[in-house]
C-alpha cells in the first residue's frame, strides 16, 4: 500500500496569521488535505476530494458566494483530485472508492470527477445533507457536488472499538485496513477515516480539529480565527468539543501509534509531503 498526501484546495481568508498562525501578509494559507491510496487489490482510494473541476469551472453555480468571499477560495484545476491522480500517472478510472470524513463544500466537490468509483460516508451525514435547511446549512451542503453521483455506500456509527473510539470497517474487498472512526459535532456524520499503515495507524481528523495545536499538546492551542470559524460551523458544539479533547488525549499517549492531521493546516500537510 502506498499513500499520497494530495492538496485539493487552497483558502486564503483575510487574516493572516490570525488565522493560520505563520503567514506574515494579510491572508492566511489553507488547504484541503486529502488522501490517495494505492491499495493492493481494490484499486486506488481517495480520502475526501477538495473542490472539483466543475467547482472551477461554474462556481457560481456550485458554491455559496459567502463562502466563496469569506474563505477567498483559489479555484485552480491543478488543485483538484482529477488534476493530480492524473499528474501521478492514473486515470480518473483508476479510483475505485472514495470514503468521506464529511459532505461539506470544500470536502466533497470532486465527487463527480470520478464516476466510477463508489462513494463512502456515514448515512447519518447523507440524511443531513439531504435534509439541509436555514442560511448556514443550506451553503454547506451543496446537493449540485454530488446529486449525480451513482454508487454510494452508507454505515451506521457501530461495529469493532478503535483506540476508545467506535469504528466502521469499509467493505472495500482489501485486507489493507480502512475505518470510518465517527467524529460527530463539526456536522452530525462527521467521521475521521483511520488507515492502517506499516508505521502504525494513520488518521485523517477530517475538521474534527483545524489547527495543528489543537492536538500534539496536553492542552489546546489555536488561533484566533480557526477558533471562530469552528464554533460558525459546529453542528454539536459540545459533541465537537469532547471528540477534539479525545483525539488530543489520543494524540499525547505514549502507548499508542497514531500519527494524525486534519483537512485546513497546510503546515501539517508540508510534514508529510516534503
Same mark, same amino acid.
Given at each position: 500500500?502506498?499513500?499520497?498526501?494530495?492538496?485539493?484546495?487552497?483558502?486564503?481568508?483575510?487574516?493572516? &496569521?490570525?488565522?493560520?498562525?505563520?503567514?506574515?501578509?494579510?491572508?492566511?494559507?489553507?488547504?484541503?488535505?486529502?488522501?490517495?491510496?494505492?491499495?493492493?487489490?481494490?484499486?486506488?482510494?481517495?480520502?475526501?476530494?477538495?473542490?472539483?473541476?466543475?467547482?472551477?469551472?461554474? @462556481?457560481?453555480?456550485?458554491?455559496?458566494?459567502?463562502?466563496?468571499?469569506?474563505?477567498?477560495?483559489?479555484?485552480?484545476?491543478?488543485?483538484?483530485?482529477?488534476?493530480?491522480? %492524473?499528474?501521478?500517472?492514473?486515470?480518473?478510472?483508476?479510483?475505485?472508492?472514495?470514503?468521506?470524513? *464529511?459532505?461539506?463544500?470544500? *470536502?466533497?466537490?470532486?465527487?463527480?470527477?470520478? @464516476?466510477?468509483?463508489?462513494?463512502?460516508?456515514?448515512?447519518?451525514?447523507?440524511?443531513?445533507? %439531504?435534509?439541509?435547511?436555514?442560511?448556514?446549512?443550506?451553503?454547506?451542503?451543496?446537493?449540485?457536488?454530488?446529486?449525480?453521483?451513482?454508487?454510494?455506500?452508507? /454505515?451506521?456509527?457501530?461495529?469493532? +472499538?478503535? =483506540?476508545?473510539?467506535?469504528?466502521?470497517?469499509? @467493505?472495500?474487498?482489501?485486507?489493507?485496513?480502512?475505518?470510518?472512526?465517527?467524529?460527530?459535532?463539526?456536522?452530525?456524520?462527521?467521521?475521521?477515516?483511520?488507515?492502517?499503515? &506499516?508505521?502504525?495507524?494513520?488518521?485523517?481528523?477530517?475538521?474534527?480539529?483545524? /489547527? +495543528?495545536?489543537?492536538?500534539? =499538546?496536553?492542552?489546546?492551542?489555536?488561533?484566533?480565527?480557526?477558533?471562530? /470559524?469552528? $464554533?460558525?460551523?459546529?453542528?454539536? *458544539?459540545?459533541?465537537?468539543?469532547?471528540?477534539?479533547? $479525545?483525539?488530543? &488525549?489520543?494524540?499525547?499517549?505514549?502507548?499508542? *501509534?497514531?500519527?494524525?492531521?486534519?483537512?485546513?493546516?497546510?503546515?501539517?500537510?508540508?510534514?508529510?509531503?516534503?
Amino acid at each position: 500500500m502506498r499513500i499520497h498526501h494530495l492538496n485539493c484546495g487552497c483558502m486564503c481568508p483575510l487574516g493572516g &496569521a490570525l488565522f493560520d498562525g505563520f503567514s506574515r501578509g494579510l491572508t492566511a494559507r489553507l488547504v484541503c488535505h486529502c488522501l490517495l491510496i494505492e491499495t493492493d487489490n481494490d484499486g486506488l482510494v481517495l480520502v475526501d476530494t477538495g473542490f472539483g473541476s466543475q467547482d472551477v469551472n461554474v @462556481p457560481s453555480q456550485r458554491l455559496s458566494g459567502f463562502f466563496r468571499y469569506f474563505n477567498n477560495i483559489r479555484l485552480e484545476h491543478r488543485y483538484t483530485a482529477l488534476e493530480q491522480v %492524473r499528474q501521478l500517472g492514473f486515470s480518473p478510472t483508476d479510483v475505485r472508492h472514495i470514503v468521506l470524513t *464529511h459532505l461539506d463544500f470544500d *470536502h466533497a466537490g470532486g465527487l463527480e470527477d470520478f @464516476p466510477q468509483a463508489t462513494v463512502h460516508v456515514l448515512q447519518a451525514e447523507m440524511d443531513a445533507a %439531504r435534509q439541509a435547511s436555514g442560511w448556514r446549512d443550506s451553503r454547506r451542503f451543496r446537493r449540485q457536488q454530488w446529486d449525480r453521483v451513482g454508487n454510494w455506500a452508507f /454505515y451506521q456509527p457501530e461495529g469493532e +472499538r478503535w =483506540n476508545g473510539f467506535s469504528s466502521v470497517r469499509t @467493505p472495500l474487498g482489501t485486507r489493507d485496513d480502512i475505518l470510518l472512526i465517527p467524529l460527530p459535532g463539526h456536522t452530525s456524520g462527521h467521521a475521521g477515516i483511520a488507515v492502517r499503515t &506499516a508505521e502504525g495507524w494513520l488518521l485523517h481528523a477530517g475538521d474534527a480539529y483545524f /489547527y +495543528r495545536g489543537e492536538v500534539g =499538546n496536553p492542552e489546546r492551542l489555536c488561533t484566533p480565527g480557526l477558533r471562530f /470559524y469552528q $464554533r460558525m460551523m459546529d453542528f454539536d *458544539h459540545a459533541q465537537r468539543v469532547d471528540n477534539q479533547n $479525545r483525539l488530543r &488525549a489520543l494524540s499525547v499517549a505514549t502507548d499508542q *501509534h497514531v500519527r494524525m492531521f486534519c483537512s485546513h493546516d497546510a503546515m501539517e500537510l508540508e510534514r508529510y509531503t516534503s
